[in-house]
Each structure stands twice: as C-alpha cells, then as structure tokens.
C-alpha cells in the first residue's frame, strides 16, 4: 500500500532529522537566552524562527500519518 509505505518514510524521517534539528534548536534557545548583544539577539531570532517552523512541521507530519488515506486525499484535492 503506497500510503502505509509513505507515512513509514515520513515517520522514519522525522526520528531522524526532524526531532534530532528541534532538540539542538532547543538547546541552542536555552543557551542563548540570556545574551545581550545585537547578534546575539538577532541569531534567537533565527533559531526560534526556524524551531516554530519545524514544530509545525512535525504536527503537521503526525496528523497526515495518523489520519486516514481517503481525508488527506479530499483536503489536497480542495488546494490542488
């Protein structure tokens, strides 16, 4: 089935560059949080940009994996 075989591709994917990318970005925020400078400030804004959009990534991955063929087919068909 072409469906199961790609939400394993996109699970197996998320286990191992998505999740592995949020936790540096979050640990990148955490050490970063205190620093003052411009730069500083400016390189937070660029993680806890780029960690926003990976999060909703990831939400976005799990709700097409755990949802049925036939839904995902008919919201895709509405923007295609």
């Known amino acids: 089935d072409v469906w199961k075989m790609a939400c394993t591709i996109a699970a197996e994917r998320k286990r191992r560059e998505i999740s592995p990318a949020i ?3 979050n640990r990148c925020c955490e050490k970063t ?8 400030k400016a390189f937070q804004q660029q993680i806890t940009a780029l960690l926003e959009f990976l999060q909703m990534g990831e939400r976005v991955m799990d709700r097409v ?13 509405r923007f295609l």
């Open 23 to 25: 936790e540096i970005l």
């Open 33 to 40: 949080t205190g620093l003052k400078s411009q730069d500083a």
């Open 65 to 77: 994996s755990a949802s049925e063929k036939s839904a995902v087919l008919k919201l895709l068909s």
